[in-house]
């Protein structure tokens, strides 16, 4: 077994798409991969030989996608924060985490086909809300707020006061 180098990593528990959502993941992502698989044994909670857990890396980052029957779902009140370099990114993981079920939300959230929330936002995100002009903020703020899918060049626009 491999040592995870992060000292912390997130746990997602799926009912029974675990290694398929995260062959989903790795294939999304660059620089993704998939570390191992472990697998029920006889009188465990699912059938022996079923996926248990999967772990992986999205971008370097460690996860492990659990498979544990369909006790548990995702919320919004944890998601995964995707950077994006520019509108075309943007638009790219967009469409691919939206497509087969998953559901566009507010402000450039999602959920994708599993359930899971995303926030596809661009990597300069923080700089329209942390910039020392409230009305630059508030600006970039309000544009934000109606919008689903983040659109970079509206956001730097309003922001800009344009």
């Known amino acids: ?12 528990w799926f009912a029974t798409e675990a290694e398929e ?21 006889e009188g465990q909670h699912l059938p022996a030989g079923t996926v248990l857990t999967v ?6 980052r460690r996860y492990t996608a659990l498979n544990g029957g369909p006790g548990f779902t995702f919320s919004e009140a944890v998601s995964i ?5 520019d509108q075309a990114e943007i638009d790219r993981y967009w469409e691919a985490l939206t497509a087969d079920g998953g559901q566009e939300s507010q402000c450039g959230w999602l959920k994708d086909r599993y359930g899971l929330s995303w926030q596809v936002v661009p990597r300069q995100i923080s700089a329209f809300f942390t910039d020392s002009d409230p009305a630059a903020v ?6 934000l707020m109606p919008m ?9 626009a309003a ?4």
């Open 81 to 85: 924060q995707l950077y994006c370099e």
């Open 21 to 41: 959502a995260a062959r989903f993941y790795v294939g999304l992502i660059p620089n993704s991969r998939i570390v191992e698989t472990s697998y029920y044994i």
């Open 148 to 156: 689903r899918k983040l659109d970079l060049a509206a956001l730097q």
């Open 55 to 60: 772990e992986f890396e999205l971008a370097g």
């Open 1 to 12: 077994m491999e040592t995870p180098k992060d000292k912390t990593a997130p746990c997602l």
């Open 138 to 143: 508030k600006r970039a703020w309000d544009a």
């Open 159 to 162: 922001f800009d006061g344009r």
